[in-house]
């Protein structure tokens, strides 16, 4: 036994009846209603519908289901009919009013009997049976059934009244509103229209020809619609199109190609180029003829490919930089595209490096020196001995009775205690004490513009001489004599850069980078001749157009230390640091190179970027000369400071190529040569 159920909830409150009395009760007192049907009966559901809406059900015999019919929230009464004629739309039957009483039937009787026909508004969301008639305007309505029809149901009613241009439908409302929808989107005013296109340079009847042999079949092939008229108008020298708006485009384009002015310039052409280089693009003109026109192994079409080759003749005037080329028409549009995508300006980079060396220097020398003389030869008989500052206490010793025999004073802090005398015990003592701390900051910024694909170079150098090798040789004039002789190169000491950018697509720039930042060490100490430091950084990289991003560069960190002692003295607490020396040394330094690229698109770019470093260096310029000297060495003599940049000319009109002389030359005639002018 099938168990029927419905829960009604209102204000909160729960309802479940079993009846359809109940639910007309809660029907009645403004309760909503959920459905929970379950392989019921179709009878129960419509049984509980009858009670929930209060209407009056009629049922064909024929109307038999089990039918599922779940809701997880409560609706109003007429939300549940809704629902229940979607249900009998899923099984196959239909709910057709008939004032206060409802027929259920089978779906293939419902176009038979009378419904909802002819509302003013059709529901979007219905699913009662519903007949329209609907006026066509534009199109023909015969021609919409034929669309119409498959996305109407079988049971569904379509039919056209010629007559009228009227459609007449039948079906659920909405499936209806939907055809409604569909018949409004295609029933638009067509664009057909008539244009008259005056000919300026072809004739008429010869254009309307060609286009009515390309436009043969053209009905056939777009079958239902008006094929496109072309007629021409030999008095006015004008075609007359009729036909829709796309055709009349199409045909208006075709129209302007065939309606051009003869080639009255023969096969030669004079071009002159903007910005490439005319005997480089020759060049390579002659290459792209001789590849694209070599005759093929034997064939009509290689006889041809060499004829076309022969008949091509490509020259460059670099004065003017033009260039001169004779060639059939297809070969000259070919190569007059490539010299088209060739002569544009190109971008340029202006490439900044900084490179950056910050160095820490910290010394520490710290030593004692004794000796004992206890003869009158002056000669030591004991002492601890080491030289400081690269003199030693003996030399001191002598300085005193002679200051001439002292080459050089020894460097930092230096307290000497003794005696010299020529009887008795003579000594010596000297206490030398040096703490050194040097610090090097050095930040070049060398910069370099240079083209798009090319390569620059930047240096900021001297050329410092080394010796390479010596000899000594015995002249034959001189006897004895010697002639030395020595070798020496020359190597650039200081900033090196080279560059070449490749500006990508978007805003990207790969460079190719060789950077060297070189200069001579302020020691030589142990070396043949002079030392010099060298950075070099070889590398690719990619950077965003204004960004900058690191190279490379060197952290180091180096301490040295030395002890000069006599063995187990020196290590005697106090008393040891009279017979030892010592020395520290810590050195730092930290060096980075950066690179930041700017491409300069146009030559606004260029011209900013000019100004910006002009008005730079002119400014340092005026703060130098704006110091107050109260006597001046040069009175009256004014420093030299660049001038002011002038305002930016206004671009000149572009000239025009040389007049052909209106005279005829005698002899025999030639073809006229096209000159293009410059842009």
């Not at 007559?163 to 057909?192: F, K, P, Y």
């Not at 010793?397 to 050089?408: G, I, V």
């Not at 010592?582 to 330094?589: G, I, M, V």
């Not at 004014?638 to 000319?649: I, Y």
């Amino acid at each position: 036994m099938l168990q029927r159920t419905l829960i009604c909830l209102c204000a909160a409150m729960l309802v479940t009846f079993a009846s359809p009395s109940e639910a007309q009760n809660a029907a009645a007192n403004g309760q909503r209603i959920t459905p929970n049907f379950k392989d019921a009966d179709i009878t129960q559901v419509i049984e509980a519908v009858a009670a929930a809406t209060g209407r009056n059900m009629i049922v064909d015999p024929r109307v038999r289901a089990q039918v599922t019919l779940l809701s997880s929230t409560p609706m109003t009464p007429d939300a549940f009919y809704e629902a229940f004629l979607a249900l009998l739309q899923v099984h196959g039957f239909v709910a057709v009013p008939s004032g206060n009483t409802v027929k259920v039937i089978p779906d293939a009787n419902a176009r038979t009997l009378p419904g909802n026909d002819l509302p003013d508004r059709v529901s979007a969301t219905s699913d009662e049976i519903v007949t329209q008639v609907v006026g066509v305007k534009n199109v023909s309505a015969a021609q919409l059934v034929a669309i119409l029809r498959p996305l109407m149901p079988q049971q569904a009613h379509l039919a056209a009244y010629p007559s009228s241009n009227m459609l007449v439908l039948s079906d659920r409302a909405n499936n209806v509103n939907r055809m409604l929808r569909i018949i409004r989107r295609i029933d638009q005013e067509t664009d057909t229209d008539i244009e008259v296109v005056p000919m300026q340079n072809a004739s008429a009847a010869e254009v309307v020809r060609t286009m009515t042999a390309l436009n043969q079949g053209q009905a056939s092939a777009e079958s239902g619609v008006a094929p496109l008229r072309v007629v021409s108008d030999e008095r006015s020298n004008s075609i007359l199109l009729a036909g829709e708006k796309t055709q009349r485009l199409r045909a208006r384009t075709l129209i302007a190609y065939l309606d051009t002015p003869l080639a009255n310039g023969g096969d030669t052409r004079v071009r002159y180029l903007r910005y490439a280089d005319a005997e480089k693009i020759a060049a390579k003109l002659k290459e792209q003829v001789t590849g694209t026109t070599a005759p093929a192994a034997g064939g009509a079409a290689g006889a041809s490919s060499a004829s076309g080759e022969r008949n091509t003749v490509i020259w460059a005037e670099p004065e003017t930089n033009a260039l001169v080329v004779t060639a059939p028409a297809k070969t000259m549009n070919a190569l007059m595209a490539v010299v088209d995508k060739l002569d544009i300006r190109r971008a340029q980079v202006l490439v900044e490096a900084i490179i950056v060396e910050v160095t820490a220097d910290k010394s520490s020398e710290l030593g004692v020196n004794w000796a004992l003389d206890g003869s009158n030869r002056n000669s030591v008989v004991g002492g601890f001995v080491q030289p400081i500052g690269g003199i030693s206490i003996i030399d001191l010793a002598r300085a005193a009775n002679d200051p001439s025999t002292l080459s050089s004073v020894p460097s930092g802090t230096t307290v000497g205690v003794g005696r010299l005398r020529d009887s008795g015990v003579n000594f010596a003592a000297v206490l030398r004490a040096l703490r050194g701390d040097a610090n090097t900051n050095i930040i070049a910024t060398p910069s370099i513009v240079t083209m798009d694909n090319q390569q620059a170079e930047i240096k900021v150098a001297q050329e410092v001489p080394f010796l390479t090798g010596r000899y000594t040789s015995t002249g034959a004039n001189t006897g004895s004599n010697l002639n030395p002789f020595q070798t020496i190169q020359r190597q650039e000491v200081g900033t090196i850069l080279k560059i070449t950018p490749q500006i990508n697509e978007g805003n990207a720039v790969m460079l190719k980078i060789e950077q060297e930042s070189s200069s001579i060490a302020s020691t030589s100490a142990g070396a043949v001749d002079l030392v010099t430091n060298k950075r070099t950084i070889n590398t690719n990289v990619l950077i965003e157009d204004g960004g900058t991003v690191v190279l490379g560069g060197l952290i180091q960190d180096t301490q040295t230390g030395g002890e000069q002692r006599v063995p187990y003295l020196g290590r005697i607490p106090v008393l040891g640091e009279a017979f030892r020396t010592r020395s520290a040394k810590k050195t730092k330094t930290n060096l980075m190179v950066f690179i930041q690229p700017r491409i300069l698109h146009d030559g606004v770019d260029a011209t900013l970027e000019t100004n910006q470093k002009y008005n730079y260096i002119r400014d340092q310029q005026l703060k130098m000369g704006a110091r107050y000297e109260v006597l001046p060495l040069l009175p009256g003599e004014k420093r030299s400071v660049l001038p002011e940049l002038p305002p930016a000319p206004t671009p000149a009109p572009a000239p025009t190529a040389p007049i052909a002389p209106t005279s005829a030359p005698t002899g025999p005639t030639k073809p006229p040569v096209t000159v293009e002018p410059r842009q």
